[in-house]
């Protein structure tokens, strides 16, 4: 079986042929996202919907050339952005991105307009958040008259591929947006009203993975998924625990139940799962630093960093995994999702240890052990504890050091996925899904790993 997969990113969207049947990537292919638009407001990030779905109906058609037996269609992008349709379901804006900063802009001269949003509904919201975008265009007279619903770049994608009029929205985007009651699995009726937002630009919702239609050649698409749990859903097995890494990085494991607790955040799944995710603002980009922090320190003495700092960076640090004491870092160079003033700090430093070695040790356990701690709090609300370690991101798979880190430290062998694409390939298991009838968990047992 053939399942095409497209994912709509900010700077790029990628296509691929998998057969789920088999857990296999057959074809895969990269446009650059060049949708870019220009606007007057300094602060807007915006892009051509026309645009993205172009190149969407580009990779489609090619890829049905090769594969004219494909089986269905699924989709997945960039979350939290918003694009406005009108009652033929053809956009009257352009799509508002998730870097969109009008909800930084202040507010009436006091607080910025996502703090404002968040005072009146109790809802931590932030800037690029769809209903904060929303929010923002309806007190600056932004939102265009003859809008009729709401919606994500990949949902009016699908949409147009089936060439209806309506976009269906799936929950894993729907919470993204802001305003969105986890328990109850639906937007908040009271938030919106107290934020003076229209609820009926707000499109059907759905739960499950299900067919939303089929393309003129008769090809069945799939409600799309937000790119965060079609990534969970390409790369973690049952029974699994998530640790990804790129710029930032996160852990997550899959639930049955919504139990907030502090620290731990919750993002809807699949029939009515949810996600336990833990987020840290700086992963990757923590061992940048350090990089930069190298480089800098060898321009002072006339010096340049070679071109295979990582490589020589990883093997100072394991040459100091076994020279005492240890040195310990957190790595809160960015801060943290709750408390954005935090500082990074390096402690239990001594003179055996202060080395640049030790250094570099410090600030990959840090990135690990900053993970390790949201996992620890999920441990205490599982009732089964995950047996297997899966870990996914550049980071993770191009850096062997840090994989073993991850594994130490959970106390599993460390799982990655055979292909990188994970989130698209993640979308094509979700259309498999739809198409077969088949279980989240069974589809889960497709995935391969290296």
Avoid at 172 to 194: I, P
Avoid at 206 to 235: K, Y
Avoid at 393 to 412: E, H, Y
Wanted: aromatic residues 8%.
């Amino acid at each position: 079986m053939k399942i095409i997969g497209i994912d709509i990113g900010t700077t790029s969207v990628c296509g691929v042929v998998a057969d789920p049947e088999r857990g296999e990537l057959l074809k895969s292919v990269t446009l650059a996202n060049d949708s870019s638009l220009h606007t007057e407001l300094p602060f807007a990030r915006c892009q051509n919907p026309a645009r993205i779905l172009q190149l969407c109906r580009d990779i489609l058609q090619n890829f049905l050339k090769d594969f004219p037996d494909a089986c269905a269609v699924g989709l997945t992008g960039q979350m939290h952005g918003v694009l406005y349709l009108d009652a033929n379901g053809e956009p009257v804006s352009p799509l508002y991105t998730w870097q969109d900063e009008r909800g930084k802009q202040p507010f009436r001269g006091q607080t910025s307009y996502a703090q404002e949003l968040s005072l009146r509904t109790g809802y931590p919201m932030a800037s690029g958040y769809g209903l904060t975008t929303l929010f923002y265009n309806k007190q600056n007279g932004l939102q265009p008259q003859n809008a009729e619903k709401v919606c994500t770049i990949h949902d009016y994608v699908a949409m147009k591929l089936c060439n209806k009029t309506s976009p269906v929205m799936h929950l894993s985007d729907a919470a993204s947006f802001g305003l969105f009651d986890l328990k109850r699995l639906q937007f908040d009726a009271d938030a919106l009203e107290k934020a003076e937002l229209d609820t009926r630009l707000l499109p059907s919702l759905a739960a499950d993975c299900r067919i939303l239609g089929e393309t003129e050649s008769s090809v069945p698409v799939c409600v799309p998924l937000g790119d965060n749990q079609a990534s969970v859903l390409g790369s973690l097995c049952e029974g699994g625990v998530l640790v990804n890494v790129g710029t930032g990085s996160q852990v997550s494991v899959v639930c049955d139940e919504y139990l907030p607790a502090a620290g731990i955040e919750y993002r809807p799944f699949l029939n009515g799962k949810y996600l336990m995710t833990g987020c840290a603002l700086a992963g990757g980009y923590s061992y940048s630093l350090l990089k930069n922090f190298f480089a800098q320190t060898l321009e002072m003495f006339g010096a340049r960093l070679p071109a295979d700092a990582y490589e020589i960076m990883n093997r100072g640090a394991e040459s100091a995994k076994n020279s005492g004491k240890a040195m310990h870092c957190d790595p809160y160079f960015c801060g943290s999702r709750e408390d954005p003033a935090l500082r990074a700090r390096f402690t239990d430093i001594e003179q055996d240890n202060f080395t640049p070695q030790s250094l570099t040790l410090s600030v990959l356990e840090g990135i690990c052990g900053e993970l390790y701690n949201f996992y620890s709090n999920f441990c205490k609300l599982l009732k089964n504890k995950p047996t297997k370690l899966v870990g996914s991101g550049n980071g993770v798979r191009k850096n062997k050091l840090l994989a073993d880190i991850f594994s130490q430290k959970f106390d599993m062998p460390l799982r990655i996925p055979l292909y990188e694409e994970e989130a698209v390939f993640g979308c094509a298991l979700a259309a498999y899904a739809a198409l077969e009838n088949v279980s989240e968990s069974d589809i889960r047992s497709k995935i391969r790993y290296k």
